[in-house]
């Protein structure tokens, strides 16, 4: 039963593993949002992406109804957030526009695209719109990572089994000369399709941080074919020849792994946990799978004892190689996954679950040769050949899998576009406490929502009928901005539904729901704080010291907030607003703060001025998560809004 247990072992931590490969610069949010109504036209677009991209070979446009391109001038990285870019725009009259974009990732040269849409004193909801796209991975690109996985390995692995499994280093140039051959077309076809696939040419392609990491991952291919040309000359290749073509073929795993996903996933230097883990894997890969190659290779023409010999060494080395990939899998999975929804419920764990499967025969077939074969080369080595290439063989397809699965977008990103977010809930009742409204709003953001209203009795808690809702909105702060309406329709679970964008802008809104009941029609009235879209919050922590949050907010500017002193009771929540450069913003009126609890409606806070651009709130908190809202207007224009959850007490 022990090869049972080592191809679970196995199986477990490549499954584990599998989430660990290269991942897509995704679109993470937008300044405007898409679906969003403006009342003053934006002077640029900001699209904050999952990783960084390449800006030289990305493309946005923004287009008016007519296809009209209306951006000044083509996008640029945002200075100090390498995520992001920004399209400047040229004077935009009212009606709705239209962000397309292409991006190709600097980290590992995949291309997402997608488009939205967002209004200038219109409604976007009729405006074509959709999330991010990822084409399958080409030909091209999964036939060169292919051969590359495929050369690196041969090297790393023909290097150790030949210096250390046997005496004498066999004489096989034409098995270095391959494996150099696949690296070496590996690197060059992965060039031209990360080019191609970009739509640009490849002399600009090396001009970028891409072409670059090729330039890091051919130099050490170009020193192992100065040593495979040197172990050619000789009979039998010498060991330190074969230790310099492996150490060089380590070196370009290492490139290859620093230009991937693995050393984007956290700033220097805490990156290096997440590269390690993945070129051990790597290299341990290549050890077992082209280790066995090298193995077979080198065996006819040997004697039996000496077969027999590096049989063994060999099977023990691919032991110590099975751990390694084991814990290494373990390791990064712990990083990357966090849910197993994704092996199950997208194209990307389809893969996986293919590569899991194949992985498991390819544990057992290896468990077989361990425990039944190896013991027998030195009497027959008929087995060994056998079960050996086949095992060869489903190596070969598990690393043209791995190819193509490097090509596909993550399944957490895949789980983390698809959470349904909080939705932003508000209760009320009539004045002759007769019935009960809860309306929940989704997404809570400004732009396009889904309202779904609940009407009780109010004593007895049961549905309660109603011919339709009707919602009205106003927004108090913005007198110039007249009331709207919308009609909620009953659905077969007794809710009454709707889409719309009446709640157009960021901040406070007052909504006055009709429920017609006849002559016993009723009115409910609510209101919400419409949240800002997700911002990018520092949380700066001391001892003995309130904990200091730094939220980034749209054109440089910088909300710093705490509550002091951050514990259950009174409470002074300070708010500060910085311009890009680090001053103090000034804000003429006072900013707007308020607090609820989680599906709770918010209460405003009394606000007085510090500074210029500096206001506290009080604020009597019970322990537990509150969200607080910041709305404030600075002496250019435009309104600045944040939205930031915090935990009160331990």
Known sequence: MRWIARSALALGGMLLLASSVLAHALLRQSDPAGGAVLQHAPTAVTLAFTEQPEPTLSIVHVLDSTGRRVERSPARAVPGHAAELVIPLGPLPQGVYTVTWRTVSAVDGHVTGGAFAFGVGQSPSQAPSGGPTTPPPSVGYVA?????????????????????????????????????????????????????????????????????????????????????????????????????????????????????????????????????????????????????????????????????????????????????????????????????????????????????????????????????????????????????TSEVALGVIVLAVTAYLTGLAPARSGLEGAVPPTPLVADGHDFATSVRLRLETIPGTAGVNHFTARVTDYDTGRPTHASKVTLTFTKPDRPDIGPSTLDLGLRADGTYQADGTNLSLEGPWTITALVAQGLRSVEVPLSVTVRSQPETVRTIAAPGQPTLYDIDLSGGVTLGTYLDPGKPGFNEVHATFTDASGAELPIPHLATITASRPGQAPHTLPVRRFSAGHFIADATLAGGTWELEFTATPAAGGTLQAHLEVKVGP
């Open 144 to 388: 060169s990572r292919w051969g590359l996985y495929l050369g690196l390995g041969a090297l790393l692995g023909a290097a150790w089994v030949w210096t250390v499994a046997f005496r004498v280093p066999p004489a096989r140039p034409w098995f270095l000369w391959g494996a150099w051959g696949l690296c070496a077309a590996g690197v060059i076809g992965l060039g031209w399709s990360q080019a191609s696939d970009a739509g640009v040419g490849i002399g600009q392609l090396l001009t970028t941080d891409l072409g670059r990491a090729l330039w890091w991952r051919a130099a050490p291919i170009a020193v192992a074919g100065v040593a495979v040309a040197a172990a050619g000359r000789t009979r039998a290749p010498g060991r330190p020849v074969l230790w310099i073509a492996g150490g060089a073929a380590a070196a370009a795993m290492l490139a290859h792994v620093l230009a991937g996903h693995a050393a984007a996933d956290a700033a220097p230097p805490w990156w290096w946990p997440n590269v390690a883990a993945q070129w051990l894997h790597f290299a341990a890969v290549g050890g077992w799978i082209c280790g066995l190659a090298a193995l077979l290779v080198a065996l006819p023409g040997v004697s039996d004892e000496e077969a027999g010999r590096a049989a063994r060494r060999f099977s023990a080395g691919a032991s110590i190689a099975l751990a390694v990939v084991v814990a290494t899998g373990v390791s990064r999975a712990v990083y990357e996954v966090h849910s197993w929804q994704g092996f199950l419920s997208t194209p990307y764990g389809e893969v996986v679950d293919l590569k899991a499967a194949l992985l498991l025969g390819l544990a057992a077939l290896g468990a077989v040769n361990h425990y039944r074969h190896v013991p027998a080369v030195a009497r027959t080595r008929r087995g060994l050949l056998r079960i050996g």
